[in-house]
């Protein structure tokens, strides 16, 4: 009996394991590297006159980690702030 519950147990941990992982790479992958580099890259292009990236838009996969890592943080950054400015705009109103 114990061994039934056992696998019973073990088979809900793998499920659980597979949601766990599923989210780190919905919140790593996408929320972080896609939407952070969309919206970095323009900031970063405008800030340094075009010069900086060097990839296009579309070459993310292309460019360096330093690159990917500094263009998607700071896109990440410029959301929330937008975020922050609409909420106390709203609230305020």
């Known amino acids: 009996m114990e061994e039934l519950a056992e696998g019973a147990f073990k088979g809900v941990l793998k499920v659980f394991s597979l949601v766990v992982r599923s989210l780190i790479w919905l919140i790593w992958e996408f929320c972080f590297e896609t939407i952070g580099w969309y919206i970095g890259w323009p900031v970063f292009r405008t800030l340094s006159f075009g010069h900086y990236p060097e990839n296009s838009i579309n070459d993310q996969d292309q460019a360096s980690l330093l690159t ?26």
């Open 68 to 93: 990917n890592l500094l263009v998607s943080l700071v896109g990440v950054i410029v959301l929330i702030g937008i975020a922050t400015m609409l909420a106390i705009l709203v609230g305020a109103g």
